[in-house]
Protein backbone atom coordinates (compact mmCIF):
# COMPACT_ATOMS: atom_id res chain seq x y z
CA UNK A 1 0.00 0.00 0.00
CA UNK A 2 1.37 3.83 -1.02
CA UNK A 3 1.96 5.55 1.95
CA UNK A 4 0.79 9.56 1.89
CA UNK A 5 3.90 10.99 0.43
CA UNK A 6 4.60 8.97 -2.25
CA UNK A 7 1.30 9.13 -3.61
CA UNK A 8 1.34 12.76 -3.80
CA UNK A 9 4.79 12.82 -5.46
CA UNK A 10 2.69 9.71 -7.76
CA UNK A 11 0.13 12.46 -8.89
CA UNK A 12 2.92 15.45 -9.20
CA UNK A 13 3.90 13.15 -12.01
CA UNK A 14 1.34 12.41 -13.51
CA UNK A 15 0.05 16.20 -13.85
CA UNK A 16 3.45 16.94 -15.65
CA UNK A 17 4.77 20.46 -15.98
CA UNK A 18 1.26 21.75 -17.36
CA UNK A 19 1.36 25.58 -17.83
CA UNK A 20 -0.05 27.51 -14.64
CA UNK A 21 -0.62 31.35 -13.25
CA UNK A 22 1.99 32.28 -11.14
CA UNK A 23 0.99 31.50 -7.17
CA UNK A 24 -0.81 34.49 -5.80
CA UNK A 25 -0.67 34.70 -1.96
CA UNK A 26 -3.77 33.34 -0.22
CA UNK A 27 -4.41 35.65 2.00
CA UNK A 28 -5.23 38.45 -0.45
CA UNK A 29 -8.44 39.51 -0.62
CA UNK A 30 -10.91 39.24 -3.44
CA UNK A 31 -10.71 43.23 -4.29
CA UNK A 32 -7.08 43.01 -3.87
CA UNK A 33 -6.85 39.88 -6.06
CA UNK A 34 -9.11 41.55 -9.11
CA UNK A 35 -6.61 44.71 -9.02
CA UNK A 36 -3.70 42.52 -8.99
CA UNK A 37 -4.22 39.60 -11.39
CA UNK A 38 -0.25 38.34 -11.32
CA UNK A 39 -0.16 39.05 -15.33
CA UNK A 40 -0.38 43.11 -14.51
CA UNK A 41 3.33 43.69 -13.54
CA UNK A 42 4.12 47.03 -15.12
CA UNK A 43 6.72 45.97 -17.33
CA UNK A 44 5.07 43.32 -18.68
CA UNK A 45 2.20 45.16 -19.61
CA UNK A 46 4.23 47.72 -21.63
CA UNK A 47 5.86 44.31 -23.22
CA UNK A 48 2.40 43.37 -24.12
CA UNK A 49 1.30 47.03 -25.28
CA UNK A 50 4.81 47.25 -27.51
CA UNK A 51 3.94 43.74 -29.35
CA UNK A 52 0.58 44.87 -30.11
CA UNK A 53 1.89 48.16 -31.41
CA UNK A 54 4.16 46.06 -33.60
CA UNK A 55 1.73 43.81 -34.77
CA UNK A 56 -1.15 45.35 -35.39
CA UNK A 57 -0.39 49.70 -35.67
CA UNK A 58 -3.02 50.49 -37.58
CA UNK A 59 -5.45 48.95 -35.83
CA UNK A 60 -9.18 50.63 -35.72
CA UNK A 61 -12.67 50.03 -35.81
CA UNK A 62 -13.70 47.61 -38.43
CA UNK A 63 -17.57 49.26 -38.84
CA UNK A 64 -17.67 51.10 -42.09
CA UNK A 65 -19.41 54.52 -40.80
CA UNK A 66 -18.87 57.99 -42.34
CA UNK A 67 -19.98 60.13 -39.25
CA UNK A 68 -20.21 59.50 -35.53
CA UNK A 69 -24.30 58.74 -35.88
CA UNK A 70 -23.85 55.62 -38.27
CA UNK A 71 -20.91 54.06 -36.01
CA UNK A 72 -23.33 54.38 -33.40
CA UNK A 73 -26.32 52.82 -35.29
CA UNK A 74 -23.49 50.43 -36.65
CA UNK A 75 -22.73 49.68 -32.85
CA UNK A 76 -26.19 48.83 -31.46
CA UNK A 77 -26.31 46.31 -34.88
CA UNK A 78 -23.31 44.52 -34.07
CA UNK A 79 -24.43 43.29 -30.98
CA UNK A 80 -24.36 39.17 -31.38
CA UNK A 81 -23.38 39.93 -35.05
CA UNK A 82 -20.16 40.31 -37.23
CA UNK A 83 -18.52 43.35 -38.13
CA UNK A 84 -18.78 42.13 -41.35
CA UNK A 85 -22.95 41.05 -41.34
CA UNK A 86 -23.03 44.82 -40.08
CA UNK A 87 -21.38 46.13 -42.88
CA UNK A 88 -23.26 44.72 -45.85
CA UNK A 89 -26.83 45.83 -44.18
CA UNK A 90 -24.88 49.47 -43.52
CA UNK A 91 -24.50 49.33 -47.60
CA UNK A 92 -28.19 50.30 -47.89
CA UNK A 93 -29.24 51.12 -44.37
CA UNK A 94 -27.49 54.68 -44.73
CA UNK A 95 -28.84 55.28 -48.01
CA UNK A 96 -32.69 54.67 -47.12
CA UNK A 97 -31.81 56.24 -43.22
CA UNK A 98 -29.32 59.07 -44.38
CA UNK A 99 -29.92 60.77 -40.51
CA UNK A 100 -31.00 60.49 -37.02
CA UNK A 101 -34.28 62.19 -38.33
CA UNK A 102 -35.12 59.35 -40.80
CA UNK A 103 -34.56 56.61 -38.13
CA UNK A 104 -36.37 58.61 -35.94
CA UNK A 105 -39.89 58.74 -37.73
CA UNK A 106 -39.02 55.30 -39.72
CA UNK A 107 -41.81 53.02 -40.34
CA UNK A 108 -40.99 49.91 -37.18
CA UNK A 109 -42.23 47.15 -39.47
CA UNK A 110 -39.61 48.46 -42.46
CA UNK A 111 -36.73 49.33 -40.46
CA UNK A 112 -37.05 45.66 -39.30
CA UNK A 113 -37.25 44.11 -42.56
CA UNK A 114 -33.49 46.37 -43.35
CA UNK A 115 -31.98 45.21 -39.72
CA UNK A 116 -33.22 41.52 -40.33
CA UNK A 117 -29.53 40.23 -41.29
CA UNK A 118 -28.03 41.41 -37.95
CA UNK A 119 -30.23 39.14 -35.46
CA UNK A 120 -32.56 40.47 -33.09
CA UNK A 121 -34.08 42.81 -35.10
CA UNK A 122 -37.15 43.74 -33.34
CA UNK A 123 -35.10 44.88 -30.59
CA UNK A 124 -32.39 46.19 -32.57
CA UNK A 125 -35.17 48.40 -34.33
CA UNK A 126 -36.43 49.96 -30.92
CA UNK A 127 -33.18 50.33 -30.01
CA UNK A 128 -32.16 52.59 -32.60
CA UNK A 129 -35.08 54.61 -33.68
CA UNK A 130 -35.65 55.32 -29.93
CA UNK A 131 -31.47 56.47 -29.65
CA UNK A 132 -32.46 58.29 -32.78
CA UNK A 133 -35.48 60.22 -31.36
CA UNK A 134 -33.06 61.26 -28.14
CA UNK A 135 -30.83 62.15 -30.58
CA UNK A 136 -32.66 64.74 -31.99
CA UNK A 137 -34.43 65.97 -29.17
CA UNK A 138 -32.15 65.94 -25.70
CA UNK A 139 -28.65 66.20 -27.77
CA UNK A 140 -29.84 68.62 -31.34
CA UNK A 141 -29.38 65.93 -33.47
CA UNK A 142 -25.62 65.20 -32.19
CA UNK A 143 -24.01 61.87 -30.88
CA UNK A 144 -23.17 63.25 -27.52
CA UNK A 145 -19.63 63.43 -26.25
CA UNK A 146 -20.06 62.15 -23.11
CA UNK A 147 -20.06 58.83 -21.71
CA UNK A 148 -22.31 60.37 -18.92
CA UNK A 149 -25.00 61.68 -21.91
CA UNK A 150 -24.25 58.68 -24.52
CA UNK A 151 -25.19 56.13 -21.94
CA UNK A 152 -28.82 57.63 -21.34
CA UNK A 153 -29.07 56.34 -25.31
CA UNK A 154 -31.58 53.30 -25.47
CA UNK A 155 -29.52 50.26 -26.24
CA UNK A 156 -26.42 51.94 -25.18
CA UNK A 157 -23.83 50.00 -22.58
CA UNK A 158 -20.58 51.50 -21.84
CA UNK A 159 -19.44 48.90 -24.83
CA UNK A 160 -21.04 50.92 -27.27
CA UNK A 161 -20.10 54.43 -25.55
CA UNK A 162 -16.78 53.32 -25.49
CA UNK A 163 -16.81 52.45 -29.42
CA UNK A 164 -18.51 55.65 -30.93
CA UNK A 165 -16.70 58.10 -28.27
CA UNK A 166 -12.98 56.41 -28.90
CA UNK A 167 -12.88 56.44 -32.81
CA UNK A 168 -15.40 59.04 -33.53
CA UNK A 169 -14.58 61.44 -31.35
CA UNK A 170 -11.01 60.49 -30.14
CA UNK A 171 -12.67 60.34 -26.54
CA UNK A 172 -10.80 58.01 -23.94
CA UNK A 173 -13.45 57.20 -21.43
CA UNK A 174 -13.28 53.64 -21.43
CA UNK A 175 -11.69 50.41 -22.65
CA UNK A 176 -14.24 48.38 -25.06
CA UNK A 177 -15.18 44.89 -23.55
CA UNK A 178 -16.50 42.96 -26.77
CA UNK A 179 -15.79 38.97 -26.48
CA UNK A 180 -12.55 39.11 -27.71
CA UNK A 181 -11.17 41.06 -25.44
CA UNK A 182 -12.87 39.71 -22.47
CA UNK A 183 -10.83 36.33 -23.58
CA UNK A 184 -7.46 37.74 -24.38
CA UNK A 185 -7.74 40.27 -21.11
CA UNK A 186 -7.87 36.69 -19.26
CA UNK A 187 -6.00 34.36 -21.92
CA UNK A 188 -3.07 37.52 -20.81
CA UNK A 189 -3.75 37.00 -17.14
CA UNK A 190 -4.70 41.12 -17.48
CA UNK A 191 -7.85 40.17 -15.49
CA UNK A 192 -9.64 37.40 -13.55
CA UNK A 193 -12.90 38.89 -14.09
CA UNK A 194 -15.67 37.77 -16.76
CA UNK A 195 -17.92 40.41 -16.30
CA UNK A 196 -17.60 42.99 -18.68
CA UNK A 197 -17.64 46.25 -16.19
CA UNK A 198 -14.91 44.60 -13.78
CA UNK A 199 -12.74 43.42 -16.75
CA UNK A 200 -12.92 47.25 -18.03
CA UNK A 201 -11.99 48.81 -14.51
CA UNK A 202 -9.44 46.00 -13.94
CA UNK A 203 -7.97 47.30 -17.58
CA UNK A 204 -7.99 50.70 -16.93
CA UNK A 205 -6.35 50.69 -13.77
CA UNK A 206 -3.48 48.94 -15.68
CA UNK A 207 -3.12 50.95 -19.01
CA UNK A 208 -2.10 54.10 -19.67
CA UNK A 209 -5.07 56.33 -20.38
CA UNK A 210 -3.45 57.18 -23.90
CA UNK A 211 -3.68 53.57 -25.16
CA UNK A 212 -7.28 52.93 -24.12
CA UNK A 213 -8.47 53.41 -27.97
CA UNK A 214 -5.63 51.62 -29.59
CA UNK A 215 -5.63 48.89 -27.31
CA UNK A 216 -9.10 47.88 -27.44
CA UNK A 217 -8.64 47.57 -31.33
CA UNK A 218 -5.56 45.81 -31.37
CA UNK A 219 -6.75 43.41 -28.86
CA UNK A 220 -9.74 42.69 -31.00
CA UNK A 221 -7.49 42.91 -34.39
CA UNK A 222 -5.64 40.07 -32.26
CA UNK A 223 -8.63 37.94 -31.31
CA UNK A 224 -9.99 37.76 -34.63
CA UNK A 225 -6.57 37.03 -36.90
CA UNK A 226 -4.49 34.84 -34.28
CA UNK A 227 -6.14 34.44 -30.92
CA UNK A 228 -9.42 32.45 -31.92
CA UNK A 229 -12.03 31.65 -28.94
CA UNK A 230 -11.78 27.53 -30.05
CA UNK A 231 -7.86 27.22 -31.71
CA UNK A 232 -5.81 29.85 -30.98
CA UNK A 233 -2.87 30.06 -33.81
CA UNK A 234 -0.34 30.41 -30.84
CA UNK A 235 2.41 29.74 -33.40
CA UNK A 236 1.70 32.68 -35.03
CA UNK A 237 1.13 35.10 -32.24
CA UNK A 238 3.73 37.44 -30.81
CA UNK A 239 2.95 37.43 -27.42
CA UNK A 240 3.35 33.95 -27.30
CA UNK A 241 6.68 34.01 -24.93
CA UNK A 242 4.31 36.49 -22.69
CA UNK A 243 1.47 34.16 -22.17
CA UNK A 244 0.87 31.48 -19.87
CA UNK A 245 -3.20 30.61 -20.85
CA UNK A 246 -3.71 27.13 -20.39
CA UNK A 247 -5.38 26.57 -23.37
CA UNK A 248 -2.37 27.88 -25.35
CA UNK A 249 -1.93 25.54 -28.44
CA UNK A 250 2.28 25.34 -28.37
S1 LIG B 1 -0.06 32.63 -27.23
FE1 LIG B 1 -1.99 31.78 -27.96
S2 LIG B 1 -3.44 32.01 -26.27
FE2 LIG B 1 -1.69 33.38 -25.87
S3 LIG B 1 -2.30 35.37 -26.74
FE3 LIG B 1 -1.15 34.27 -28.33
S4 LIG B 1 -2.70 33.19 -29.55
FE4 LIG B 1 -3.67 33.81 -27.61
Known amino acids: MATKSKKKASARKKGGAAKSRP ?17 TDPKRVASILA ?32 DVRVNQVAETLYKKYPDAKAFAYATP ?6 IRPTGFFRNKTKSVMGASKAILEKFGGQVPRTMEEILTLPGVARKTGNVVLGTAYGIASGVVVDTHVLRLSNRLDLTREEDPKK ?16 FSHQIIWHGRRVCHARKPK ?14 KTV
Open 23 to 39: VKSRKKSSTAKRANAAG
Open 51 to 82: RLDEAYPNATCELKHENPFQLLISTILSAQCT
Open 109 to 114: GELEME
Open 199 to 214: VEQDLMKIIPQEKWIQ
Open 234 to 247: CIECNLESLCYAKD
